[in-house]
């Protein structure tokens, strides 16, 4: 499985972005997939996960109540709606998925944990 993210982009302080997450290459219906997050100098973060059957949501603390990831297993793709974004916003954003069983009930924070991992896209949040 291939992941694509894209839908980065420029955006002023307040505004909003939709970010997408494409599979080819196979289907990620039954996969939980995240989004992270790296800013220059700064250390990678979790931002949002999906399980693969959408009932369950996760954010990181520094984006509830603006970002809100869902997914469309028809599509195979996994959206981020991101409102209300800030400057530390900014960052290079990269989404992954995996299918397999974890013991580890927050191994969905680590990046490192997931088998499939795709391209970043570039978001610029203006002061």
């Known amino acids: 499985v291939q992941l694509q993210a894209s839908g980065g982009g420029l955006v002023q302080a307040g505004g909003s972005l939709r970010l997408t997450c494409a599979a080819s290459g196979g289907s990620f219906s039954s996969s939980g997939v995240g989004w992270f997050r790296q800013a220059p100098g700064k250390e990678r973060e979790f931002v949002a996960f999906?399980?693969?059957?959408?009932?369950?949501?996760y954010y990181g603390d520094s984006v509830k109540g603006r970002f809100t990831i869902s997914r469309d297993n028809a599509k195979n793709t996994v959206y981020l709606q991101m409102n209300k974004l800030k400057p530390e916003d900014t960052a290079v954003y990269y989404c992954?998925?995996?299918?397999?069983?974890?013991?580890?009930?927050?191994?969905?924070?680590?990046?490192?944990?997931?088998?499939?991992r795709g391209q970043g896209t570039q978001v610029t949040v203006s002061s």
């Open positions: 999906a399980r693969w059957t959408g009932d369950r949501l």
């Open positions: 992954a998925a995996d299918s397999r069983f974890h013991k580890d009930s927050l191994w969905y924070r680590r990046l490192g944990e997931f088998n499939f």
